[in-house]
């Protein structure tokens, strides 16, 4: 059975960095696209990067230049490095895994197979 399991969230002050780990188990995340949603309240999850396995890194307009999505295969994780963080940013976010995912645009998030559960992130002011 394929898991992922979410860590590394928290509170952080606006300015600071926050690092975001997702394990995989049970399938090599190598075989994927992988990516880091967040959802804010009752709104709608958003992608915010995306990483593909032709394709690279792409990232939502709002974070990027300050997040970095990387993947450690050796480990089976994905990463998301948050810098710069602002209020904004307070979320919970959600890693994602699917061989079927298009890091692009407008992709429906219905075609992300595989979730974690979830971790909070407040960036206070």
């Known amino acids: 059975q394929f898991q992922l399991v979410e860590s590394g969230g928290g509170r952080v002050q606006s300015g600071g960095s926050l690092r975001l780990s997702c394990a995989a188990s049970g399938y090599s995340l190598d075989a994927y696209d992988v990516a880091w949603f967040r959802r804010v309240q009752v709104k709608e999850r958003e992608v915010i990067a995306c990483n593909s396995r032709a394709l690279g890194s792409v990232y939502a307009d709002s974070v990027k230049g300050r997040f970095t999505i990387s993947r450690d295969s050796a480990k089976n994780t994905v990463y998301l490095q948050m810098n710069s963080l602002e209020t904004d940013d307070s979320a919970v976010y959600y890693c994602?895994?699917?061989?079927?995912?298009?890091?692009?645009?407008?992709?429906?998030?219905?075609?992300?197979?595989?979730w974690g559960q979830g971790t909070q992130v407040t960036v206070s002011s």
């Open positions: 994602a895994a699917d061989a079927s995912y298009i890091c692009a645009e407008g992709s429906p998030i219905s075609d992300m197979g595989y």
